[in-house]
Protein backbone atom coordinates (compact mmCIF):
# COMPACT_ATOMS: atom_id res chain seq x y z
CA UNK A 1 0.00 0.00 0.00
CA UNK A 2 0.92 4.04 -0.59
CA UNK A 3 1.44 6.05 2.33
CA UNK A 4 1.26 5.51 5.89
CA UNK A 5 -0.75 2.14 5.47
CA UNK A 6 -0.57 1.05 9.34
CA UNK A 7 -3.61 3.99 9.61
CA UNK A 8 -5.83 2.60 6.88
CA UNK A 9 -5.39 -1.20 6.45
CA UNK A 10 -8.02 -3.37 5.68
CA UNK A 11 -6.60 -5.38 9.17
CA UNK A 12 -7.53 -2.10 11.02
CA UNK A 13 -10.69 -1.42 9.24
CA UNK A 14 -12.08 -4.74 10.10
CA UNK A 15 -10.62 -4.56 13.76
CA UNK A 16 -12.54 -1.48 14.11
CA UNK A 17 -15.66 -3.26 13.23
CA UNK A 18 -14.93 -6.34 15.97
CA UNK A 19 -15.15 -3.21 18.32
CA UNK A 20 -18.33 -2.11 16.70
CA UNK A 21 -19.78 -5.19 17.09
CA UNK A 22 -18.64 -6.00 20.51
CA UNK A 23 -19.99 -2.50 21.47
CA UNK A 24 -23.47 -3.87 20.08
CA UNK A 25 -23.62 -6.81 21.75
CA UNK A 26 -22.74 -5.24 25.25
CA UNK A 27 -25.49 -2.84 24.82
CA UNK A 28 -28.31 -2.37 27.10
CA UNK A 29 -30.13 1.04 26.21
CA UNK A 30 -32.80 1.62 24.36
CA UNK A 31 -33.07 -0.93 21.43
CA UNK A 32 -30.52 -2.99 23.20
CA UNK A 33 -32.50 -6.38 21.33
CA UNK A 34 -30.97 -4.63 17.87
CA UNK A 35 -28.07 -3.79 18.85
CA UNK A 36 -27.59 -7.21 20.23
CA UNK A 37 -29.15 -8.84 16.53
CA UNK A 38 -26.74 -6.52 14.55
CA UNK A 39 -23.75 -7.18 16.30
CA UNK A 40 -24.30 -10.92 16.45
CA UNK A 41 -24.61 -10.59 12.18
CA UNK A 42 -21.51 -8.16 12.09
CA UNK A 43 -19.03 -10.81 14.15
CA UNK A 44 -20.17 -13.54 12.33
CA UNK A 45 -19.70 -12.18 9.03
CA UNK A 46 -16.26 -10.97 9.94
CA UNK A 47 -15.56 -14.59 11.46
CA UNK A 48 -16.69 -15.81 8.30
CA UNK A 49 -14.24 -13.99 6.60
CA UNK A 50 -11.51 -16.29 6.64
CA UNK A 51 -13.23 -18.97 6.39
CA UNK A 52 -14.28 -18.52 3.01
CA UNK A 53 -11.26 -17.12 2.28
CA UNK A 54 -12.53 -14.01 1.30
CA UNK A 55 -9.33 -11.70 2.45
CA UNK A 56 -8.75 -10.60 -1.32
CA UNK A 57 -12.20 -9.22 -1.24
CA UNK A 58 -12.35 -7.17 1.33
CA UNK A 59 -9.09 -5.57 1.01
CA UNK A 60 -10.36 -4.17 -2.23
CA UNK A 61 -13.41 -2.86 -0.08
CA UNK A 62 -11.64 -1.20 1.98
CA UNK A 63 -8.75 0.42 0.17
CA UNK A 64 -11.10 1.88 -2.55
CA UNK A 65 -12.52 4.77 -0.21
CA UNK A 66 -9.11 5.39 0.87
CA UNK A 67 -6.85 5.54 -1.72
CA UNK A 68 -9.46 8.34 -3.51
CA UNK A 69 -9.68 10.26 -0.92
CA UNK A 70 -5.83 10.31 -0.60
CA UNK A 71 -5.35 11.08 -3.95
CA UNK A 72 -7.02 14.81 -3.53
CA UNK A 73 -6.00 15.00 0.00
CA UNK A 74 -2.71 13.20 1.01
CA UNK A 75 -4.68 12.00 4.12
CA UNK A 76 -6.21 8.75 3.48
CA UNK A 77 -6.86 7.79 6.74
CA UNK A 78 -9.76 10.23 6.83
CA UNK A 79 -11.84 8.17 4.84
CA UNK A 80 -12.22 5.38 6.83
CA UNK A 81 -16.32 5.84 7.81
CA UNK A 82 -16.34 5.42 4.00
CA UNK A 83 -14.66 2.16 4.06
CA UNK A 84 -16.64 0.94 7.08
CA UNK A 85 -19.62 2.09 5.44
CA UNK A 86 -18.90 0.35 2.33
CA UNK A 87 -18.42 -2.96 4.47
CA UNK A 88 -21.07 -2.92 6.42
CA UNK A 89 -23.09 -2.27 3.42
CA UNK A 90 -22.11 -5.79 2.55
CA UNK A 91 -22.51 -7.55 5.54
CA UNK A 92 -25.84 -6.77 5.10
CA UNK A 93 -26.24 -7.52 1.35
CA UNK A 94 -24.73 -10.58 1.39
CA UNK A 95 -26.60 -11.99 3.94
CA UNK A 96 -29.42 -10.65 2.28
CA UNK A 97 -28.12 -12.52 -1.20
CA UNK A 98 -27.47 -15.88 0.67
CA UNK A 99 -30.85 -15.70 1.74
CA UNK A 100 -32.19 -15.09 -2.01
CA UNK A 101 -30.12 -17.72 -3.89
CA UNK A 102 -30.76 -20.50 -0.81
CA UNK A 103 -34.29 -19.92 -0.92
CA UNK A 104 -35.84 -22.70 1.26
CA UNK A 105 -32.47 -25.15 1.85
CA UNK A 106 -31.25 -22.03 4.24
CA UNK A 107 -33.18 -23.90 7.11
CA UNK A 108 -31.62 -26.33 8.37
CA UNK A 109 -33.05 -29.18 10.57
CA UNK A 110 -31.65 -27.09 13.72
CA UNK A 111 -33.04 -23.80 12.08
CA UNK A 112 -36.57 -21.80 12.68
CA UNK A 113 -38.03 -19.02 11.03
CA UNK A 114 -37.74 -16.92 14.29
CA UNK A 115 -33.69 -17.62 13.30
CA UNK A 116 -34.30 -16.45 9.65
CA UNK A 117 -36.73 -13.38 10.28
CA UNK A 118 -33.79 -12.24 13.17
CA UNK A 119 -30.69 -12.38 10.60
CA UNK A 120 -32.85 -10.65 8.11
CA UNK A 121 -33.98 -7.76 10.88
CA UNK A 122 -30.31 -7.50 11.44
CA UNK A 123 -29.24 -6.92 8.05
CA UNK A 124 -32.17 -4.37 7.40
CA UNK A 125 -30.70 -2.38 10.36
CA UNK A 126 -27.02 -2.65 9.47
CA UNK A 127 -28.32 -1.03 6.30
CA UNK A 128 -30.65 1.21 7.29
CA UNK A 129 -29.39 2.41 10.37
CA UNK A 130 -25.49 1.09 11.46
CA UNK A 131 -24.31 2.48 8.12
CA UNK A 132 -26.21 5.89 8.36
CA UNK A 133 -24.87 5.99 12.22
CA UNK A 134 -21.11 5.65 11.45
CA UNK A 135 -21.62 8.40 8.53
CA UNK A 136 -23.51 10.53 11.00
CA UNK A 137 -20.83 10.24 14.07
CA UNK A 138 -17.90 11.11 11.49
CA UNK A 139 -19.19 13.88 10.16
CA UNK A 140 -21.29 15.07 13.47
CA UNK A 141 -19.31 18.72 13.03
CA UNK A 142 -20.18 18.95 9.30
CA UNK A 143 -24.08 18.33 8.84
CA UNK A 144 -23.76 19.24 5.17
CA UNK A 145 -21.40 16.42 4.55
CA UNK A 146 -23.22 14.14 6.50
CA UNK A 147 -26.45 15.00 4.33
CA UNK A 148 -24.13 14.20 1.10
CA UNK A 149 -23.15 10.80 2.41
CA UNK A 150 -26.44 9.73 3.93
CA UNK A 151 -27.34 10.60 0.48
CA UNK A 152 -24.79 8.34 -1.12
CA UNK A 153 -25.70 5.41 0.79
CA UNK A 154 -29.46 6.18 -0.19
CA UNK A 155 -28.46 6.57 -4.04
CA UNK A 156 -26.56 2.77 -3.86
CA UNK A 157 -29.42 0.57 -2.03
CA UNK A 158 -31.87 2.18 -4.39
CA UNK A 159 -29.49 1.09 -7.53
CA UNK A 160 -28.75 -2.24 -6.07
CA UNK A 161 -31.53 -3.16 -5.32
CA UNK A 162 -32.64 -3.07 -8.85
CA UNK A 163 -29.81 -4.69 -9.99
CA UNK A 164 -30.64 -7.81 -7.56
CA UNK A 165 -34.05 -7.67 -9.11
CA UNK A 166 -32.71 -7.83 -12.89
CA UNK A 167 -30.25 -10.97 -11.52
CA UNK A 168 -33.25 -12.41 -10.00
CA UNK A 169 -35.46 -12.12 -12.76
CA UNK A 170 -33.49 -12.83 -15.86
CA UNK A 171 -32.83 -16.09 -16.93
CA UNK A 172 -29.28 -16.57 -18.58
CA UNK A 173 -30.38 -18.75 -21.38
CA UNK A 174 -32.84 -15.51 -22.76
CA UNK A 175 -30.52 -12.68 -21.19
CA UNK A 176 -28.88 -10.46 -23.20
CA UNK A 177 -24.99 -9.10 -22.25
CA UNK A 178 -26.26 -5.43 -21.82
CA UNK A 179 -29.08 -6.89 -19.17
CA UNK A 180 -26.15 -8.77 -17.46
CA UNK A 181 -24.23 -5.87 -17.18
CA UNK A 182 -27.26 -3.59 -16.44
CA UNK A 183 -27.58 -5.43 -13.13
CA UNK A 184 -23.88 -5.51 -12.48
CA UNK A 185 -24.15 -1.99 -12.11
CA UNK A 186 -26.38 -1.93 -9.97
CA UNK A 187 -25.75 -4.74 -7.68
CA UNK A 188 -21.88 -4.67 -7.00
CA UNK A 189 -21.36 -1.43 -8.99
CA UNK A 190 -23.62 0.52 -6.59
CA UNK A 191 -21.61 -0.27 -3.65
CA UNK A 192 -18.53 0.70 -5.04
CA UNK A 193 -19.71 3.98 -6.95
CA UNK A 194 -20.65 4.66 -2.83
CA UNK A 195 -17.53 4.13 -1.79
CA UNK A 196 -15.71 5.99 -4.26
CA UNK A 197 -17.70 8.78 -4.00
CA UNK A 198 -17.79 9.00 -0.16
CA UNK A 199 -13.90 8.86 -0.16
CA UNK A 200 -14.29 11.97 -2.62
CA UNK A 201 -16.58 13.67 -0.82
CA UNK A 202 -14.66 13.28 2.46
CA UNK A 203 -11.80 14.79 0.78
CA UNK A 204 -13.70 18.21 0.23
CA UNK A 205 -13.91 17.07 -3.73
CA UNK A 206 -16.27 19.37 -6.18
CA UNK A 207 -19.63 17.94 -7.32
CA UNK A 208 -18.23 16.91 -10.59
CA UNK A 209 -15.23 15.29 -9.08
CA UNK A 210 -17.47 13.26 -6.95
CA UNK A 211 -19.53 12.51 -9.94
CA UNK A 212 -16.54 11.08 -12.01
CA UNK A 213 -15.30 8.77 -8.77
CA UNK A 214 -18.66 7.84 -8.43
CA UNK A 215 -19.16 6.29 -12.41
CA UNK A 216 -15.55 5.07 -12.11
CA UNK A 217 -16.34 2.95 -8.86
CA UNK A 218 -19.60 1.89 -10.33
CA UNK A 219 -17.35 0.89 -13.72
CA UNK A 220 -14.73 -1.19 -11.06
CA UNK A 221 -17.56 -2.74 -9.19
CA UNK A 222 -18.52 -4.33 -12.46
CA UNK A 223 -15.57 -5.81 -13.11
CA UNK A 224 -15.50 -6.88 -9.18
CA UNK A 225 -17.88 -8.88 -10.32
CA UNK A 226 -16.91 -10.72 -12.91
CA UNK A 227 -13.87 -11.51 -10.64
CA UNK A 228 -16.15 -12.56 -8.24
CA UNK A 229 -17.98 -15.19 -11.28
CA UNK A 230 -14.75 -16.57 -12.05
CA UNK A 231 -13.89 -17.22 -8.34
CA UNK A 232 -17.80 -19.63 -7.95
CA UNK A 233 -15.35 -21.22 -11.62
CA UNK A 234 -12.08 -21.68 -9.82
CA UNK A 235 -13.29 -22.97 -6.10
CA UNK A 236 -15.09 -26.00 -7.90
CA UNK A 237 -18.23 -24.24 -5.95
CA UNK A 238 -20.58 -23.87 -8.78
CA UNK A 239 -23.04 -21.76 -7.49
CA UNK A 240 -24.10 -20.34 -9.91
CA UNK A 241 -24.29 -22.96 -12.24
CA UNK A 242 -26.70 -24.44 -9.56
CA UNK A 243 -29.01 -21.56 -9.63
CA UNK A 244 -29.37 -20.55 -13.24
CA UNK A 245 -27.49 -17.31 -12.41
CA UNK A 246 -26.62 -14.90 -15.90
CA UNK A 247 -23.71 -14.18 -15.12
CA UNK A 248 -22.16 -12.13 -17.99
CA UNK A 249 -19.66 -15.13 -18.82
CA UNK A 250 -22.36 -17.78 -19.18
CA UNK A 251 -24.07 -15.18 -21.20
CA UNK A 252 -21.11 -14.25 -23.70
CA UNK A 253 -20.33 -17.48 -24.15
CA UNK A 254 -24.05 -18.67 -24.84
CA UNK A 255 -24.31 -15.30 -27.54
CA UNK A 256 -20.75 -16.88 -29.05
CA UNK A 257 -22.60 -20.13 -30.14
CA UNK A 258 -25.48 -20.47 -32.53
CA UNK A 259 -28.23 -23.37 -34.31
CA UNK A 260 -27.84 -26.30 -32.63
CA UNK A 261 -24.43 -25.88 -30.44
CA UNK A 262 -26.09 -23.22 -29.31
CA UNK A 263 -29.16 -25.26 -28.45
CA UNK A 264 -27.02 -28.19 -26.75
CA UNK A 265 -25.27 -25.29 -24.52
CA UNK A 266 -28.58 -24.20 -23.53
CA UNK A 267 -29.91 -27.59 -22.04
CA UNK A 268 -26.40 -28.45 -20.73
CA UNK A 269 -26.58 -24.92 -18.68
CA UNK A 270 -30.42 -25.88 -17.64
CA UNK A 271 -29.19 -29.58 -16.20
CA UNK A 272 -26.94 -27.74 -14.23
CA UNK A 273 -29.41 -27.17 -11.44
CA UNK A 274 -29.43 -30.84 -10.91
CA UNK A 275 -26.69 -32.59 -12.15
CA UNK A 276 -22.89 -32.66 -10.57
CA UNK A 277 -21.83 -34.09 -14.03
CA UNK A 278 -23.44 -31.02 -16.17
CA UNK A 279 -21.84 -28.50 -13.69
CA UNK A 280 -18.84 -30.06 -14.22
CA UNK A 281 -19.20 -30.40 -17.89
CA UNK A 282 -20.54 -26.80 -18.38
CA UNK A 283 -17.41 -25.08 -16.36
CA UNK A 284 -15.22 -26.85 -18.20
CA UNK A 285 -16.63 -25.18 -22.01
CA UNK A 286 -16.02 -22.13 -19.94
CA UNK A 287 -12.44 -21.98 -18.86
CA UNK A 288 -11.21 -23.98 -22.37
CA UNK A 289 -8.45 -21.53 -23.04
CA UNK A 290 -9.76 -20.17 -26.73
CA UNK A 291 -12.83 -19.43 -24.83
CA UNK A 292 -10.69 -17.78 -21.90
CA UNK A 293 -8.70 -16.10 -24.30
CA UNK A 294 -11.90 -14.32 -26.26
CA UNK A 295 -13.73 -13.41 -23.08
CA UNK A 296 -10.34 -11.54 -21.50
CA UNK A 297 -10.80 -9.20 -25.04
CA UNK A 298 -14.51 -8.36 -24.23
CA UNK A 299 -13.67 -7.74 -20.53
CA UNK A 300 -9.85 -5.63 -22.03
CA UNK A 301 -12.33 -2.56 -22.79
CA UNK A 302 -13.22 -2.39 -19.24
CA UNK A 303 -9.64 -2.53 -17.68
CA UNK A 304 -8.24 -0.36 -20.22
CA UNK A 305 -11.08 2.41 -19.55
CA UNK A 306 -10.57 1.88 -15.19
CA UNK A 307 -7.12 2.92 -16.03
CA UNK A 308 -7.53 6.13 -17.99
CA UNK A 309 -10.24 7.32 -15.41
CA UNK A 310 -6.96 7.28 -13.07
CA UNK A 311 -4.70 8.52 -15.76
CA UNK A 312 -7.29 11.75 -15.94
CA UNK A 313 -8.74 12.51 -12.73
CA UNK A 314 -5.66 13.73 -11.30
CA UNK A 315 -4.41 13.99 -7.62
CA UNK A 316 -1.20 12.24 -5.78
CA UNK A 317 1.10 10.33 -7.98
CA UNK A 318 1.40 7.83 -5.06
CA UNK A 319 -2.55 6.96 -4.99
CA UNK A 320 -3.18 6.96 -8.37
CA UNK A 321 -0.43 4.23 -8.38
CA UNK A 322 -2.60 2.68 -5.80
CA UNK A 323 -5.68 2.77 -7.76
CA UNK A 324 -3.55 1.27 -10.60
CA UNK A 325 -2.48 -1.25 -8.50
CA UNK A 326 -6.10 -2.15 -7.70
CA UNK A 327 -7.72 -2.93 -10.54
CA UNK A 328 -4.54 -4.94 -11.63
CA UNK A 329 -4.82 -7.27 -8.36
CA UNK A 330 -8.71 -7.57 -9.16
CA UNK A 331 -7.99 -8.74 -12.51
CA UNK A 332 -5.44 -10.76 -11.62
CA UNK A 333 -7.13 -12.44 -8.60
CA UNK A 334 -7.66 -15.89 -10.81
CA UNK A 335 -4.91 -15.62 -13.05
CA UNK A 336 -6.04 -19.10 -14.81
CA UNK A 337 -8.73 -17.05 -16.58
CA UNK A 338 -5.99 -14.71 -18.48
CA UNK A 339 -7.66 -11.15 -18.03
CA UNK A 340 -4.24 -10.01 -16.64
CA UNK A 341 -1.33 -8.09 -18.58
Not at 206 to 216: G, H, I, M
Request: glycine share 10%.
Amino acid sequence: MTGDAATWSSAGVLRRLQELGAELTASTGPGSVADHAMGEALTGFLDRIVGRGSGPAVDGIVRLPFLVHGMYSGEPAAAEPAAMAHVLWWVSARYLDDLSDAGPAAFTASDTHTDADRGMLAAVGIACHLSAAVLDQACRDDPARALMLRQELSRCWHRAISGQLIDLTTPAVTATAEAVLAGYRGKTGAPYAMAAAMGAALAGCDPAQVDLLRDFGERFGVLRQVVNDQRDIASRRYEDLRNGTATYMVVRYLESLSGRERGVAEKLFVGCADSAVARDEFAARLTEPAWLRAFAGIVKPLIDGLHATVDGVGGMAEYAAGLHGLIEETVNLYPEFLMGR
